[in-house]
């Protein structure tokens, strides 16, 4: 009777996430992460990933399962992301999922992780405005995209970057900077007491001639090197390093989303993704979204980040659209296109 639980799993990159979702509220939710067994390779390492998903998983679920005070038996459906991500852990996510879905004999629904990230706002604000623009900004991603019914529409892609995420940029400044990993919260933290004028990165791809939706993020990179190359052998002014780097990065994200909806005449723009938990990209968002009469939807830092209540939030929307599930031989997409 009435609308299932829906139970989302998030397994893409180096988050174990389980969500539990009914009617568009979030139940209950747990992540664990095996961010702390990469910091030593300053990056995700596959095979670390994937084997931490294996070990990880069944109490994962059992944690959201008592924090939302339900039973196996109370989940109606199962959502799962197939891609894109790094496949092997994508591989343990969508086994688990099958072996939950076919086991309680409940539908299976294999959704994509970016569709996750903008349905996690749901959770927070309620149904999206349709349409609105989404800026999806973490490690993996930097896209602008024009969102109509989620459920039922495709999504429109916008632009994307055409070489580093905006959180891998974070992450590889942070490496040359002597900051540790994950670089983003390190550079937002060092920021603090710094100078954001003190350097003067350069804005990629803001000219006049260059496309209005696409980002560039290498260049900053190798500009924040020979910065920090400049000062060899004198103690690194990080602070302000870190502050200028993270003014340029906000500058061009909300500069190139608030195009978007002037130029498509639209209202809202969700900021999701790990990048949205950065103070100085929602400062900046919410500055800008204000002078030109937008609404801005960020949702809370947890829901930022991989979690599996964005999956279950999508799951959920899907069911309630009446959509068709996955059969149980559907594959991950380790390079899923939107
Ligand atoms: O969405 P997410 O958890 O995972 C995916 O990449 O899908 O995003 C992780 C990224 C990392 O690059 C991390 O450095 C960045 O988000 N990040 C931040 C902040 N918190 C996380 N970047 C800038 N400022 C932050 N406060
Ligand atoms: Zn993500």
């Avoid at 910065?227 to 061009?252: K, M, T, Y």
Wanted: with cysteine; net charge neutral.
């Amino acid at each position: 009777q009435g609308t299932p639980v829906v139970l989302g799993i998030e397994s893409s990159c180096d988050e174990t996430g389980v969500g539990l979702v009914r009617d568009g509220r979030l139940l209950g939710h747990a992540v664990a992460s095996s961010m702390a067994e990469h910091a030593r390779f300053g990056g995700v390492v596959p095979e670390i990933a994937a084997r931490a998903h294996v070990h990880v998983f069944t109490p994962v679920v059992h944690r959201a399962l008592a924090e939302a005070g339900l039973r196996m038996s109370d989940i109606g459906a199962v959502a799962v992301t197939t891609g894109p991500g790094l496949s092997g852990a994508l591989q343990v996510g969508l086994a688990g999922a099958k072996g939950l879905a076919y086991a309680l004999g409940v539908p299976l629904y294999g959704v994509h992780h970016l569709a996750g990230h903008v349905a996690a706002d749901t959770l927070a604000h309620g149904p999206l405005p349709d349409p609105c623009v989404v800026l999806i900004v973490s490690g993996g991603h930097t896209s602008l995209l024009l969102v109509r019914d989620l459920a039922r529409d495709p999504i429109v892609h916008l632009g994307d970057t055409l070489d580093d995420a905006a959180g891998e940029c974070f992450d590889k400044v942070a490496r040359v900077f002597g900051l540790p990993y994950p670089g983003g919260p390190a550079i937002d933290r060092a920021a603090r007491g710094g100078d954001a004028r003190a350097v003067a990165f350069p804005r990629p791809l803001t000219g006049p001639r260059d496309d209005p939706y696409a980002f560039s993020f290498s260049g900053l990179k190798t500009a924040a090197a020979r910065w920090a190359e400049r000062h060899r052998g004198q103690a690194l002014p990080v602070a302000d390093g870190a502050a200028a780097l993270q003014e340029a990065i906000a500058d061009v994200l909300t500069r190139k989303a608030v195009a978007a909806c002037t130029a498509h005449g639209v209202g809202t723009l969700v900021v999701v993704g790990g990048v949205a938990a950065n103070s100085r990209v929602r400062a900046l968002a919410e500055e800008r979204c204000a002078a030109a009469g937008l609404t801005l939807r960020v949702p809370p830092l947890k829901l930022c980040t991989d979690n599996g209540a964005m999956i279950a939030a999508i799951g959920d929307l899907l069911v309630r659209a009446g959509a068709a599930p996955a059969p149980l031989d559907v594959s991950i997409d380790p390079s899923a296109p939107l």
